[in-house]
């Protein structure tokens, strides 16, 4: 029975080494240092040995050989023999019971450290790698130091073997954007995330991938003021602008002087003012190029005067105007307004065809119809993806084959692609 007894531990202390192994290896860093800052015990431990990984997997597999070598000679050379005299007394033949014993015996072992010494505490510490980390490192930390000598040629070894094979030794695992929404994804199906906050992740996510051209509202939607006009004339189109901002022209929109507040001007000319000048109400506005990255045009619009930035091309041409409502936009989704538009950009029909608005963003289109998009471009929306296929201005009814999908104009707005149908493409 000792020996009965001192196989089991054998075993157990074998799984006490597959939990400590695989709690450390699945544990997060960025959970463990701020489980560490919070004063976690343990954490700063898992957090050291996490970051040398050689050294801590070569205490384990020390361990786990040591385990394996002990539970299998107590397993062969006292329970195999025991068993092998249990089954002669009961009237199995010396020539069968010596191999049988030893073979149950085997078996059985191995069973149990499959399921009791490997696969439970895995398992086991993937349901909550952190907290399990936090619990064995100081163990395992205590073994390192012991078992120092071992440690250390089995991890200069390991770096050998590393340069033989022509590699660095160095891990270059990163967390990828598309890990990041697969774990949104996740949180949101086990209930940790609503709905709105993982659509609002991937607003952000959006943001970070978007230049400015996919993030303007386009000259041909932006309300401005030119200098020359009448009074009367900008109190007209003052009263009837829902923008709380106006870019202000000298003639047309590639002279862009800078921005209007609507309600100052709207004071000065309710008043009756016999000295109005709308130049005098002009504050300067940044001007950016449309190839600048979204981030980095986040930037120059917080720290503007007027929160409102200018696009232009690389000729000078005016291109567009970037608010916080557009930023917000991309995030949050559109708010509705007086001239918000009630159709939404993309509907999806019984057949699984997709009614797609041209101006729809093409990569909140990718995330429809689940299709991965060119990391290089030059076009941001539906209407531009067409435009990029056909390679001239489309007809009603035109079709385009694109990323498995076939891409259907099927309304203009006078050279405006207006909607576009999407439908899987056949299969060759």
């Not at 799984?15 to 699945?26: H, K, T, W």
């Not at 199906?189 to 386009?218: F, K, N």
């Not at 002009?282 to 981030?295: E, N």
């Not at 608010?323 to 509705?336: C, K, Q, S, Y």
Request: one cysteine or more; hydrophobic letters at 45%; glycine letters at 8%.
């Amino acid at each position: 029975m000792i020996e009965l007894g001192l196989v089991a531990l054998l075993i157990l202390l074998n799984g006490v080494f597959a939990l400590s192994e695989m709690a450390l290896v699945s544990s997060r860093p960025a959970r463990l240092k701020a489980m560490a800052d919070a004063g976690r015990a343990g954490a700063t431990s898992a957090l050291r040995l996490s970051s040398d990984p050689g050294r801590f997997l070569s205490t384990v597999q020390i361990g786990i050989t040591l385990v394996g070598i002990l539970a299998g000679a107590f397993s062969g050379a006292a329970l195999g023999d025991l068993l092998s005299t249990i089954l002669r007394e009961n009237g199995v033949s010396a020539a069968v019971a010596g191999p049988l014993g030893f073979g149950i015996v085997i078996a059985s072992i191995t069973y149990l450290s499959l399921v009791i010494g490997e696969l439970v505490p895995k398992q086991l510490a993937l349901r909550n790698p952190e907290a399990i980390a936090c619990a064995v490192s100081p163990t395992m930390t205590v073994l390192s130091r012991i078992a120092a000598p071992a440690v250390w040629l089995l991890d200069r070894s390991t770096r050998v073997a590393f340069r033989l094979l022509g590699q660095s030794g160095a891990s270059t695992s990163t967390v990828t954007e598309e890990e990041i929404k697969t774990m949104v994804l996740e949180a949101e199906t086990a209930g940790v995330l609503e709905t709105h906050e993982r659509e609002m992740i991937a607003g952000v996510l959006r943001l970070g991938d978007r230049p400015v051209r996919g993030l303007m509202t386009p000259r041909t939607e932006v309300d401005w003021i030119g200098l020359d006009e009448s009074p009367a004339a900008i109190r007209a189109q003052l009263l009837a602008t829902p923008h709380s901002r106006l870019p202000v022209s000298e003639s047309d929109t590639d002279s862009m002087v800078g921005v209007i507040q609507v309600k100052d001007v709207l004071a000065a000319l309710l008043t009756g003012s016999a000295e109005f000048d709308l130049r005098s109400f002009v504050r300067t506005a940044p001007v950016i190029p449309d190839t600048v990255d979204a981030l980095d045009m986040l930037k120059t619009l917080r720290d503007a005067a007027v929160p409102m930035v200018l696009v232009h091309d690389e000729y000078g041409h005016f291109e567009g105007v970037v608010t916080p409502a557009d930023v917000l936009e991309v995030i949050a989704g559109a708010f509705r307004s007086d001239s918000y538009d009630e159709d939404p950009d993309a509907v999806r029909r019984d057949d699984g065809s997709w009614l797609l608005a041209g101006s729809m963003p093409a990569d909140e289109m990718a995330d429809c119809l689940g299709l991965s998009l060119p990391s290089e471009r030059g076009y941001q929306t539906v209407a531009g993806l067409v435009l990029a296929g056909l390679r001239h201005l489309p007809i009603t009814g035109e079709t385009v084959d694109m990323l498995g999908w076939r891409f259907e104009v099927v309304d203009m707005d006078g050279r405006r692609i207006d909607k576009v149908l999407a439908s899987r493409a056949a299969a060759d």
